[in-house]
C-alpha cells in the first residue's frame, strides 16, 4: 500500500517542486489555511529523515520565496507565482483523477496524458492567444485546457473565459472538444471544465 509521504514525494518529484498549498490540492482536492499548516508541517518533517535518498530539501529563491524538492537546485523568481498557480492546477486535476506523468515541455504550462494544460493571467491580447492556438496545437493530437487566472479581480475570469472559446470557435470551428477551459478560482473548488458549449467530460486516461 502507497503510504501518504510515498504519494507526497511522487507529486513533488514529477512536479520538481511544490509548496504546501500545491500538496494539499494534490492529497485533499481543496486548500485553506489549516490544510496549508498540515502540509507545511508535514514537508518540513520530510526534510529530517534520516535515508538521502527519501528526504526532501527545502529551497529558495531570490526574493525569499521557498518550496520543497526531492532534486532541483533553483525555484523561479519573476514566474514563480505563476508556477505555484500551475501546480495547484495540476494537484487539483490528480487529486480528481487516477495518477499520471506530468511534463512541463513546452509550448504549454503544463501536460498530462493527452491535455495541455495553459494558464492565462490575461497578459495575452486576442491575436496572441489565437496565434498560441493555431501555432502551436493545429496539428497536435491533444486538447488544451485554459486555466484563466485573474489575481485581483478573480469575476473577470469569466470574461476571460468567454473570450477563448469565441476564438476556438473560430479556429476549430469542428472540434468543440480541442479547447476546454475553466475559471481559476472555481476550478480549485470543483475541478469542472468547460468547451465553448457547456460543462465538458474529460476523456480516459490514454495509457
Not at 479581480?153 to 470557435?169: D, M
Amino acid at each position: 500500500m502507497t503510504s501518504k509521504r510515498d504519494l507526497i514525494r511522487w507529486f513533488v518529484k514529477e512536479v520538481r517542486w511544490a509548496t504546501p498549498a500545491n500538496v494539499a490540492y494534490f492529497m485533499e482536492g481543496r486548500c485553506d489555511g489549516r490544510l496549508r499548516r498540515v502540509y507545511s508541517s508535514e514537508l518540513s518533517e520530510m526534510c529530517s529523515v534520516k535515508d538521502r535518498i527519501l528526504r526532501l530539501r527545502r529551497i529558495r529563491n531570490q526574493d525569499g520565496k521557498q518550496a520543497y524538492t526531492v532534486k532541483a537546485k533553483t525555484l523561479p523568481t519573476s514566474l514563480f507565482n505563476h508556477d505555484v498557480c500551475v501546480r495547484n492546477i495540476i494537484g487539483k486535476f490528480l487529486h480528481d483523477r487516477e495518477i499520471q506523468e506530468v511534463s512541463f515541455e513546452r509550448p504549454a504550462d503544463a501536460s498530462i496524458s493527452q491535455y495541455r494544460f495553459e494558464l492565462d493571467n490575461g497578459h495575452m491580447n486576442e491575436s496572441q492567444l489565437k496565434e498560441k492556438l493555431v501555432k502551436h496545437y493545429t496539428r497536435m493530437p491533444v486538447q488544451v485546457i485554459f486555466i484563466m487566472r485573474h489575481r485581483e479581480y478573480p469575476r473577470l475570469e469569466a470574461k476571460r473565459l468567454n473570450k477563448i472559446f469565441e476564438i476556438s470557435a473560430e479556429v476549430f470551428p469542428h472540434q468543440p472538444n480541442k479547447v476546454l477551459g475553466a475559471c481559476y478560482t472555481s476550478y480549485l473548488e470543483n475541478g469542472t471544465v468547460f468547451n465553448r458549449k457547456g460543462q465538458a467530460k474529460i476523456k480516459p486516461i490514454y495509457v
